[in-house]
Structures are given as structure tokens and as C-alpha cells.
């Protein structure tokens, strides 16, 4: 197997653990059928599982720091595949919480694991490139995974897509025994010093536009599916195509994040983006299958796109404002993700409870405002300490 394959295969791994993570987005009703819960408690799912990623992973990763990078990547994908496995087995909602929590401890492991050894394994002058291409298999999960996942749900049931994530699972463990050489683990870096960048004034803002910004988005996309059902007016059939194409518009959005970033700049990319999301959110609450089909998946392809835009150039803002500690900020940024993520689920089921299901595009439009508000913050703090430089210097 050589080099570039190696890198896809993560890639792919990488699918398994972001299909594993957003298929509760794609099936929310039939689970919440299902259970015979209502469906703000089947969000807590999404709740439960970002809260562990993001606080557990962090931690076992500093105690794991100096284990043999691919035994790591293959015990953690055993966790994960056990945690699919308890997910197909168990009945109840209760004992599929406490798999959920399982599968967020070894997805965390996974992910991160497997960013490190595309980056120790790639040629060189591919490291980013490499990192680039294991992220793009959790945005393909959002493309094939969820839709398809909501396919083989309306045919064999939501659970028989965690079994059939467990096979992979296990076939991925033993390709990647054999295929990743074995890599030495890292110099420890305390969690005291990666939290201590957090006390400075850009990197808080820095974060804080994160969690706006996908907190806003997770409140909406959380309830996508029933909000697709019950307000918008999709039928059955058509929620896997819309699903499809938000998630082809995801991929375009993230893309075109990139390249406008490195024409345009961060300011421009971001606010922009971010201006488009709000308006997309506000329009899709006024568009129904009434007035048309088509309009309610033109809307659905703004938003994927307007929101996913802003993923890589976040990233790229927050390297930018910490260079000597890229990888501490990516890590700090992965961990806020998942925080937001958490969030954005569990307001959206305190909205769909107190309120109606219609209001999550509101709230949602009104975070990722906040995100924009903090980001003009954070651009001005930029321009005055570069100000205050220039006078120095003269």
C-alpha cells in the first residue's frame, strides 16, 4: 500500500467516526419513534456525544501522548467499534446513551490520532495537504453518510446502520495493523499549558467566534430532518435527496472557504460567510413544499454552503493568531467544535420544547450573528495592535 493510500484509508476511517457522529441528525425521528421519546430528547444524543469529544479528548490524548501512534489508532478504533456494536445490540434509550458516550471516548482518540499520522506519514511538502484530505472524510460522511445512513434506515431499521459500522470498523483495524508503520508517541504537553493560551484576549475571541458560529448552525441542523418534515413540507422520499445535497454543498462551501481566504483574507471570508448563513436561516422559515420544491433545496444548498465556508477559514484565523502553537489551537478549536455542537443541541430541544419546532432557524440566525459580532471584535483588536507596532517601530 503506498503512502497516498494510506492517507485515504485514515480518510476513510475518519467517515466512519463523522457518520457515526451526525447519522443522529439524518434518523432523529425514527430514533425518537423508536424509543418512544419525543425528538428534543433524542437530540440530547448529540448533546451527550460532543460534551464527552470535547472534554475527554483532550485529556486521555495528554495521557496516551507517548504510546505507539498506530497501536493508539488501532485500540481507540476498537472502543469506537465496540461502542457500534452496544449501539446495534442494546434496546433502550438509556443503555444507547451510555454507548454513545463509549463511541465519543474512542471517536475523540481516532481522529485526532489519525490527523498526526497523516501528517508523520505524508511526502514531504504534503503535511497540510494530507491533514486536508482525513478532514474531508468527516465532511464526505455529511455527503454519503448521513443520506445513505437515512436510506438503509427507512429500509432495515436506524440501528442496522451502527452494525454495519461496526464490520467497517473492524476491517479498518486490521488494514491499518498492517499498513501504518509503527510511529513513536509525543513529548506530553501538560493541559494546564494548552489551556493557558485561552487567557489571552485574540485567542478567547478567537474561540468564541466558533462556538457562535457553529453553535448557531448545530441548532438548526440538529432538528434538520423533522424541521424538513413537519415545517418545511418534505415528503419522506425527498429528505435523503435534500440531505444529499446539503451535503454536496458542504464539501463545495469548504472549498471555496479555502480559496477565498487566500485571495480575499480572513475578514472577508468570514463575515461574509456569516452574513449569507443568517439570511439563508431567515428565508428557510418563510420557504415551504407550497411554494416550492425546488426553493426549499435551493435554500438548504446556501446555507451548507454559507456555513461551511466559514470552516477552514476559522481554522486558518485561529493558526494565524498563535503560529508557534498551531497544533495546541487546532487541538483547543477541535474541542470548542464539539462544545458548540453540544450546545447548539441542546438549545435547539429547549426551543422545540418551550416554542416550536420553527423557531431553531431563528435562534440559530441569531448565534452565528453573535459569531460575526465577536469576529469584527477580534479583526479590530488585530488592526490596533498592528497600529500600535507600526508606531513603535518609527
Do not use: C
Amino acid at each position: 500500500m503506498t503512502g497516498a493510500w494510506k492517507i485515504y484509508f485514515l480518510a476513510i476511517v475518519s467517515f466512519l467516526v463523522g457518520t457515526s457522529e451526525y447519522i443522529i441528525s439524518g434518523v432523529l425521528d425514527k430514533i425518537a419513534e423508536s424509543f418512544g421519546i419525543t425528538i428534543t430528547a433524542a437530540g440530547q444524543l448529540i448533546t451527550v456525544f460532543s460534551l464527552v469529544y470535547a472534554i475527554v479528548t483532550p485529556i486521555l490524548m495528554a495521557f496516551t501522548a507517548t504510546v505507539e501512534r498506530r497501536r493508539l489508532l488501532v485500540y481507540s478504533l476498537g472502543i469506537f467499534v465496540f461502542a457500534n456494536i452496544l449501539s446495534f445490540a442494546l434496546p433502550g434509550y438509556i443503555p444507547f446513551v451510555i454507548a454513545r458516550v463509549v463511541m465519543a471516548m474512542g471517536a475523540g482518540m481516532v481522529v485526532v490520532t489519525a490527523l498526526g499520522i497523516a501528517a508523520q506519514i505524508a511526502p514531504p511538502g504534503k503535511q497540510a495537504s494530507s491533514i486536508a484530505t482525513v478532514v474531508m472524510g468527516f465532511t464526505a460522511s455529511l455527503i454519503i453518510g448521513v443520506p445513505l445512513g437515512r436510506v438503509v434506515a427507512a429500509v432495515i431499521g436506524w440501528k442496522s446502520v451502527f452494525g454495519f459500522i461496526a464490520i467497517l470498523g473492524v476491517v479498518s483495524m486490521v488494514v491499518l495493523n498492517k499498513a501504518i508503520p509503527r510511529i513513536k508517541g509525543d513529548a506530553p504537553v501538560p493541559l494546564l499549558q494548552q489551556f493557558a493560551l485561552i487567557k489571552k484576549p485574540k485567542v478567547a475571541l478567537g474561540l468564541a467566534i466558533t462556538f457562535f458560529w457553529l453553535g448557531g448552525y448545530s441548532v438548526a441542523y440538529t432538528y434538520l430532518s423533522p424541521y424538513l418534515l413537519h415545517v418545511s413540507g418534505l415528503n419522506e422520499s425527498l429528505i435523503s435527496a435534500a440531505l444529499f445535497a446539503f451535503g454536496i454543498a458542504s464539501l463545495v462551501g469548504s472549498k471555496f472557504g479555502g480559496f477565498s481566504t487566500d485571495r480575499w483574507g480572513v475578514p472577508l471570508t468570514l463575515t461574509g460567510g456569516m452574513i449569507l448563513h443568517i439570511l439563508a436561516l431567515i428565508v428557510l422559515t418563510f420557504t415551504h413544499t407550497a411554494a416550492s420544491v425546488i426553493l426549499v433545496f435551493l435554500i438548504l444548498v446556501i446555507w451548507s454552503l454559507s456555513a461551511w465556508s466559514s470552516g477552514p477559514t476559522q481554522q486558518y484565523n485561529l493558526v494565524q493568531l498563535e503560529p508557534n502553537s498551531s497544533g495546541v489551537m487546532l487541538g483547543l478549536n477541535q474541542s470548542m467544535m464539539q462544545l458548540s455542537m453540544a450546545a447548539g443541541a441542546g438549545i435547539g430541544g429547549i426551543a422545540v420544547e418551550q416554542w416550536s419546532l420553527s423557531s431553531i432557524t431563528w435562534i440559530g440566525a441569531a448565534g452565528v450573528a453573535i459569531a460575526m459580532v465577536v469576529s469584527f471584535a477580534l479583526f479590530r483588536l488585530g488592526k490596533r495592535k498592528r497600529t500600535a507596532r507600526a508606531v513603535i517601530e518609527t
